[in-house]
T-cell receptor
Framework: SQKIEQNSEALNIQEGKTATLTCNYT??????LQWYRQDPGRGPVFLLL?????KEKRKERLKVTFDTTLKQSLFHITASQPADSATYLC????????????FGTGTKLQVIP | DGGITQSPKYLFRKEGQNVTLSCEQN?????MYWYRQDPGQGLRLIYY???????QKGDIAEGYSVSREKKESFPLTVTSAQKNPTAFYLC??????????FGPGTRLLVL
């Protein structure tokens, strides 16, 4: 069956360091992958989308890579700040032409001042 | 301001009661979605709708019902058949097949 795996353990890093979050998937052939940020008690907010034919995408301090051979996406936050502390979700589309994505369980990031 | 709103923020349900969660968007998006979020389980799709007067079941539709009479509105009813309704409910909308915009959520609690 289709499965998305994100590290369920919280990631704690020091302010100023680069945070790297992982999203692995099996039995999918997604046309694109998305990353969202979710703060406690609030809805997720879209950050980045990367397509299957793109290896890397950047937006300010954020960088996403997409390796369809390894079935893995990495999400990097450079020069991390305490305000980056949140849960980060990856989401994969369901190929087949209808508007449906499946979300991972998310990884909680804590940036320590 | 354009956006997606959900109400109420907190909702209490008694045994055997049906309750309805509201979701409204003024983004002119065609597609709308309802998700349920439980601790450690991520977001699970309940129902989605691509156009007015049409909707499809998601992965966990049992015990829920929806309607899509207007483009802007996609209310979710949690029926008495849903035996474990306590969760955080999120509504989302999208223009095409990609980026989803989420509302602030409704937390449903059982009395």
């Amino acid at each position: 069956s289709q499965k998305i795996e994100q590290n369920s353990e919280a990631l704690n890093i020091q302010e100023g360091k680069t945070a790297t979050l992982t999203c692995n998937y099996t039995n999918y052939s997604p046309a694109y992958l998305q990353w969202y940020r979710q703060d406690p008690g609030r809805g997720p907010v879209f950050l980045l989308l990367i397509r299957e034919n793109e290896k890397e995408k950047r937006k300010e301090r954020l960088k996403v890579t997409f390796d369809t051979t390894l079935k893995q996406s990495l999400f990097h936050i450079t020069a991390s700040q305490p305000a980056d502390s949140a849960t980060y979700l990856c989401a994969l589309d369901h190929s087949g032409g209808y508007q449906k994505v499946t979300f991972g369980t998310g990884t909680k990031l804590q940036v320590i001042p | 301001d354009g956006g997606i709103t959900q109400s109420p923020k907190y909702l209490f349900r008694k045994e055997g009661q049906n309750v309805t969660l509201s979701c409204e968007q003024n983004l002119n998006h065609d597609a709308m979605y309802w998700y349920r979020q439980d601790p450690g389980q991520g977001l699970r799709l309940i129902y989605y709708s691509q156009i007015v007067n049409d909707f499809q079941k998601g992965d966990i539709a049992e015990g829920y019902s929806v309607s899509r009479e207007k483009k802007e509105s996609f209310p979710l009813t949690v029926t008495s058949a849903q035996k474990n309704p306590t969760a955080f409910y999120l509504c989302a909308s999208s223009k095409g097949t990609e980026t989803q915009y989420f509302g602030p959520g409704t937390r449903l609690l059982v009395l």
